[in-house]
């Protein structure tokens, strides 16, 4: 009697790994979570909220202080300039935020294109709404899109592209060049594009997030997807935002009125603030991120470890061939996290069909001391399966 989509699914290989290193006791270097806890200033202000703040129902789309905070933070930081009581809505999330999108966009049997690796929410929701996956796969090192697999990609019946950049799990920003090739398709072939942009504040050193949504074309087919947790560190309090022209908002608020229909309300009003008085977070966190990210990549490679270039988001990642690793990535991660005591993800879990086997995804927002144990211990890890 079970709906076919979703019993079918497996354990998400993060719920699996996470799993495996609380009961094993393990370092978890794999779901994307900060040790730190969030900036306090904010957190004080969302605790003074629900004792001292409004705890009934918020409007639907969200608190106006929010709405006109987001559009603010956009047009400051992106020069984007959005209306904020008919373009934006705040959902429980960018995993809400997502499933809007398809649910409020597709019908049956339109296509939709999805780059390999992805997000593990997209499959299962867009199928669930009726559309019809395209994959188009990315490859390492550099992970980027082709005009030659753009035209493979679209026809006639492609109804949206999905978009993850800074990409989850490669860690890169894509290129002006990319995001040009991807809107003249959009626009040619009269796609919309639904834009997860979560990492967006998440970007090092001389990297540039630009989104979509800014090239010719594009506004009126973009939906902005972010999130307050990616953007503060706060993974768990769930407060996302969907940016779309009107007549794309009409359809996702419709969509969004019968899921979640509002988010905590003393959240809201905490990111709002955030938003308002940000101080120095939006450029010292992506440093300290930064300075982690070196110091894991620094201590791999002593150890002897191919590491990719990471750009932006939480992670960076392992070429297990490069670094003499002969055994496939899920067998890897299951030997580190039971006999090594480290949690990594295998990229394979993050493609439909034809996976690349041989990267491994790390998460470097934890603290020193975790970073350089979890360094050792994936060094044992490759020992053991050298050994095996």
């Known amino acids: 009697m079970a709906n076919a989509i979703f019993s079918s699914l497996p354990t998400t290989i993060f719920e699996e ?4 290193a609380r009961s094993l006791g393990a370092i978890n270097l794999g779901q994307g979570f900060p040790d730190d806890p969030g900036p306090e200033p904010l957190r004080a202000r969302a605790a003074d909220l629900v004792l001292n703040g409004y705890n009934q129902y918020p409007p639907m789309t969200g608190l106006p202080e929010l709405r006109q905070a987001v559009a ?12 904020w009581a008919s373009e934006i809505t705040v959902t429980s999330g ?7 999108s398809f649910l409020g966009l597709l019908g049956e049997g339109d296509e939709v294109i999805v780059f390999q690796p992805y997000y593990d929410s997209y499959l299962p929701v867009i199928r669930r709404a009726g559309g019809v996956p395209k994959l188009v796969s990315l490859q390492p090192p550099h992970w980027r899109f082709t005009r030659e697999m753009l035209e493979a990609a679209f026809t006639d019946r492609t109804r949206l592209v999905v978009l993850n950049n800074p990409i989850n799990p490669s860690g890169v920003v894509l290129p002006d060049e990319d995001l040009a090739l991807l809107a003249e398709f959009c626009v040619k072939h009269d796609v919309i ?3 997860d942009e979560v990492w967006e504040q998440v970007v090092f050193g001389a990297a540039r997030h630009r989104p979509l949504i ?9 939906v902005k997807i972010g999130s307050a947790g990616k953007m503060f560190g706060l993974t768990g309090w769930k407060v996302g935002f969907l940016c779309a022209a009107p007549a794309l908002t009409h359809s996702l608020t419709r969509a969004h009125q019968f899921m979640t229909f509002t988010t905590a309300p003393n959240l809201q009003a905490a990111v709002a603030w955030g ?10 966190m992506p440093r300290q991120l930064q300075a982690s990210r070196d110091r894991l990549t620094e201590g791999l490679r002593r150890e002897g470890f ?5 750009q932006g988001t939480y992670f960076l990642n392992v070429d297990l061939a490069g670094s003499g690793v ?5 067998e890897f991660c299951l030997a580190a996290v039971k006999a090594a005591g480290v949690a990594a993800i295998p990229v394979s879990a993050f493609y439909e069909r034809d996976p690349v086997t041989s990267i491994v995804r790390l998460c470097f927002s934890k603290g020193d001391a975790t970073l350089d144990e979890g360094v050792k211990r994936l060094a044992k890890a490759r020992d053991l399966t050298l050994r095996a």
């Open 17 to 20: 790994m996470s799993g495996l």
């Open 72 to 83: 603010a933070h956009y047009a400051r930081t992106q020069g984007l300039d959005f209306d």
């Open 94 to 100: 960018a995993t809400e935020a997502l499933a809007v």
């Open 193 to 195: 594009a639904v834009c």
């Open 214 to 222: 800014a090239w010719p074309g594009m506004r009126e087919r973009t």
């Open 275 to 284: 938003l308002e008085n940000p101080g120095d977070w939006f450029e010292t």
């Open 306 to 310: 191919s590491v990719l270039t990471s």
């Open 326 to 330: 002969t055994v496939g990535d899920r």
